[in-house]
């Protein structure tokens, strides 16, 4: 695996051949394939901003770790691009301790791109927003975001995918979980614009409560201005099926050790396709300390 | 030597009296079928022994070698030694069968974890003696699995789990011929000085598998009968009619064997 680390707008680390950085913009050249995961972490440094720019008919892994135990103000500005008939798979991992985090993060999907994007949420005090925009024909965006709240945190995940062409297919699948007076808010939001026509849009939003002092809110919210379109949504929220819990039980797993069994099983969809195997342990890791 | 000793137990759901004082004995090595028309409350007796939230008990007493059953929480009766092998066990999303088992073995021997290479082997030859699918350690629990298939799974968690008394609550109903051989074979090869049984059933097929050593005929929340496998034949050719005639209406004691 490449690794690369980005601290006060400089990069350290070898940049594989094909990737090159200036101007807080990581650039990958058209027609490369990677197959190793690319992983970048973004370290102590708010006010942070990265452009990722994937290039024409490239493929890679992305993996960008955002990490910091700063308590201050944070605010990152991110962006990613899937230049045409590119092929992008990512992995973000926001972990901010920040009691006032603030993170946009724009992506760009254009003709015959592909994208492949997960964010995990597992900061303290965060207003975030996941936005992409279709912006060719036949782009595919597949954006699954995950919120776990425990003590204390407060997360407020806003994901967003526009359709500014025909003939683009975009999904949502998000999960809100919260514990103990955790509170995580999911704002998911599909738009289809005029004139799009043959777009595919799907959104799905899911929230576990596992406390009784948790909130969740999900919003699930389709606007579409065309006729010729496939669309759909669903949303739920509930608490742990007692029954599976039941059933767990009875094997001799005491309730904790059943419920964390059950909320993994529920990520675990997900989590199983975060290439890195030690970037998935650690989110595992993150995960389960909120449990 | 266990014993698991059931008396005078009275349930109740949603405050209707289900079981109405059952009386049973069961010790290590022996099997004790359960017999009755649907709706008699043997599976309740099931649900009650593992602790089922919405089962009350109102009266009575149940122990397992010495110790309050009934005292203790679900996964603390399940560590002390019971198996509920269930009639519709739980589809369990995103939960391997072998994390799951890995986890409840952790469970019984007491925070524990079985080497991992020990557990494959052990997980995977129960796996082939119930003729299970290869790829189980990696499905879900029980998602998406057949009837027969749940049915398999129970008696494979049983068969590593090796509590000391299981309750196989209709673990037959469904299974086609060849199932029914495969799971019966199973229990009876599991039989032994240190596991007991109670086998809940109303048809008589997995009897020819699975020999009781006492038979019981449960009727509106009793025990009304019992005996030995001379009952099975008799129920097989009668019904239960003939309990109820022969009885009568009213109150009969349970015979302890």
């Known amino acids: ?291 | 030597m266990s014993t698991l000793s059931i008396s005078n137990l009275k349930v109740s759901i949603e405050d209707k009296e289900i079981l109405k004082g059952v009386n049973l004995v069961v010790k290590s090595g022996e099997v004790h079928a359960i017999m009755g028309p649907n709706g008699t409350g043997k599976s309740t007796l099931a649900s009650a022994l593992m602790g089922h939230p919405k089962y009350e008990v109102t009266e009575g007493e149940v122990s397992l070698d010495g110790e309050d059953l009934l005292a203790l929480e679900v996964d603390e009766r399940a560590r002390a030694g019971l198996f509920l092998a269930m009639q519709y066990p739980a589809e369990v999303p995103g939960v391997t069968n072998s994390d799951f088992m890995r986890s409840a073995l952790k469970a019984k021997n007491e925070g524990t974890q079985v080497p991992l290479f020990e557990f494959i082997g052990k997980y995977e030859k129960a796996a082939k003696e119930l003729k299970m699918r290869e790829d189980l350690p990696h499905r879900y629990l029980n998602e998406g699995f057949s009837g027969g298939e749940k049915k398999r799974n129970e008696i494979l968690q049983l068969k590593m789990l090796k509590p000391k008394f299981a309750v196989l609550d209709e673990i037959d109903s469904g299974l086609d011929i060849d199932a029914l051989k495969v799971v019966g074979e199973n229990v009876n090869d599991m039989v032994n000085k240190d596991f007991g049984c109670i086998l809940i059933t109303h048809y008589q097929r997995i009897l020819d598998h699975i020999k009781p050593t006492f038979v019981h005929i449960m009727i509106d929340g009793k025990i009304v009968l019992t005996g030995g496998q001379e009952l099975i034949e008799k129920i097989d050719q009668n019904g239960y009619e003939w309990v109820r005639e022969e009885l009568g209406i009213d109150f009969v004691e349970t015979e302890q064997a």
């Open chain 1, 1 to 291: 695996m490449n690794s690369l680390v980005i601290k006060d707008h400089s990069i350290s680390g070898n940049l594989p051949e094909g990737i090159t950085f200036s101007d807080q913009t990581l650039k990958i050249a058209k027609n490369k394939y990677f197959e190793d995961p690319i992983k970048i972490t973004l370290k102590d440094d708010n006010n942070e901003s990265l452009e990722i720019i994937v290039g024409e008919s490239s493929e890679v892994k992305i993996i960008l770790e955002i990490a910091s135990v700063d308590l201050e103000k944070n605010i990152y500005d991110l962006k990613l691009t899937a230049k045409q008939n590119s092929k992008v798979k990512y992995l973000l991992v926001c972990d901010l301790a920040s009691k006032d985090a603030v993170l946009n993060h724009y992506f760009t999907a254009e003709r015959d791109a592909n994208m492949d994007l997960i964010g995990g949420f597992v900061s303290n005090v965060i207003t975030a927003k996941m936005n992409a925009k279709l912006i060719g024909e036949g782009a595919n965006v597949n954006l699954r975001a995950v919120g776990i709240s425990s003590k204390d945190n407060k997360q407020t995940i806003d994901i967003e995918i526009v359709h500014a062409a025909p003939n683009s297919t975009g999904m949502m699948h998000n999960i809100a979980i919260a514990n103990a007076n955790g509170k995580v808010v999911l704002n998911g939001v599909e738009k289809i614009l005029k004139g799009m026509k043959n777009a595919n849009a799907y959104q799905s939003l899911k929230g576990i409560i596992a406390s009784d002092e948790a909130i969740i809110e999900v919003n699930p919210i389709l606007l579409i201005d065309e006729y010729d379109v496939k669309a759909g949504h669903g949303a739920t929220i509930g608490k742990l099926d007692e029954n599976s819990l039941y059933y767990l039980m009875s094997r001799g797993l005491d309730k904790k050790v059943a419920e964390r069994l059950m909320i993994n099983g529920f990520l675990n969809p997900i989590i199983s396709e975060i290439d890195d195997e030690p970037l998935r342990e650690r989110f595992v890791e993150l995960v389960n300390q909120r449990l």
